[in-house]
């Protein structure tokens, strides 16, 4: 997130182009990355880009400008704006291969580019369904090919519509509070209608051959392929099931540990929020870095629909910069968008309301068991949280019989950050103690 500037806007950072406001260029997270990153964009060939772009849209010679040294790179893809001669921009978004995102992963790099493909494909429907559904402001797609060169480009790309917009300088949940209400007012209708866009399963959505957008198969973390669920059981179950039961042969009893809490998080949660449908479309990440703006804070652009699904009820309400960060601040803020969004939703008399969803400590766990991808060091020092979440949960004790005190080494780590695994001499120096109380 962009600090705030001594001299500068409050809230918006200044931009010409679309691309003047980009940060300086991410290439990577460490060597590797970087270096594969560097090679994959000498194989592109921006000018056979422009030369497309051109003619999609009709301007024939004057193909448009791009310049390959300015660009944002994500984590699965770099786009680069597209500047015509008469002004108008649009957004050239290339898939990234696997060697730049995971540099360390042995999955085989094919399996990889298919799994981008099926998404990328899920994005550009889901976007055009989004455009046509709702009042919601989603970028226009003119083109997209999504074959593993992108048709001689070199990569697959989409062509999408650039937007005149800006990002907040701060989170929502730490904006000011003089603007809090007409941010939070724009968001609450953006969730609402896509709360309203309901599925009878759970998956990403596809056109089929008749043009009609239904879900389909999705991918989970670990790259696996799954056909389209039917409750949020048995979402739950492909995700936290079948991740601990990728831990039973393991012999890190920390890692069997956080396998069996996770799981057992997933239970609580579609115990007390119910496993039936219909399933709203939820956006894939839906922080306040995804929302463009204009000068006076009207909402112009949600953008980045990657992994967009239709999902258990719940997911309609999560947005993590809210739940998060458990500061006074966070809390009081995330109250006021709750009130906001009811308020919102009785207008249009919604009888099932997302906003009940927040209040809801479940929607606290949901946020801190979504990413399945953390160190077992890492996510260990979430679980005295967890456990605090789930007070009428005593079973959870179970898990120091799978690692011995698992629980009182995370409450340590939670204090100290000083983490101590099943295999060290353990217990800890009274200091440490004397911290955790």
Known sequence: MIPEEAG?????????????????????????????????????????????????????????????????????????????????????????????????????????????????????????????????????????????????????YILMEGIQGKKLRAEFAKLPLDVQEKVYRQVARVVIELSNLTFPRIGLLRANKENVVEPSEWYDGFGLRHPPCRSSASYYKRIYGLYRARTLSSTDRDEKALAWMWDRCSVHIRGTLGPHGPFPLCHGDLWSGNFLWDDELNLVAVIDWTNTMAMPWEFSAMIPEFYLNQSEEVQIARQRFENILKTEEMKVGRVRRVSDLFSSPCLQILCLIKDVHFSVRDASHVVPRLISLMPGVDDVKFVNHISPKYIERCTLYRHTRTWYSYKDNFPPSEKEKEACQ
């Open 8 to 156: 500068a806007p409050p809230l918006l950072s200044d931009q010409m182009t679309i691309s003047s406001s980009w940060i300086p260029a991410l290439e990577g997270n460490g060597p590797e990355s970087i270096q594969a990153f560097r090679e994959f964009l000498t194989t592109i060939d921006f000018e056979k880009l422009a030369h497309i772009a051109a003619v999609i849209r009709g301007v024939g010679r004057a193909s448009p400008e791009i310049n390959p040294k300015i660009y944002q790179r994500g984590a699965l893809n770099v786009i680069f704006e597209i500047l015509f001669l008469d002004g108008v921009s649009w957004v050239a978004r290339i898939s990234l291969p696997q060697a730049t995102c995971y540099p360390e992963s042995t999955r085989p790099p094919d399996a990889f580019l298919r799994e981008r493909k099926f998404i990328s494909k899920s994005e550009v429907d889901t976007q055009k369904y989004v455009r046509e559904n709702t009042s919601i402001p989603v970028p226009e797609i003119f083109h997209a090919d999504l074959s593993y060169d992108g048709g001689g480009v070199g990569a697959p």
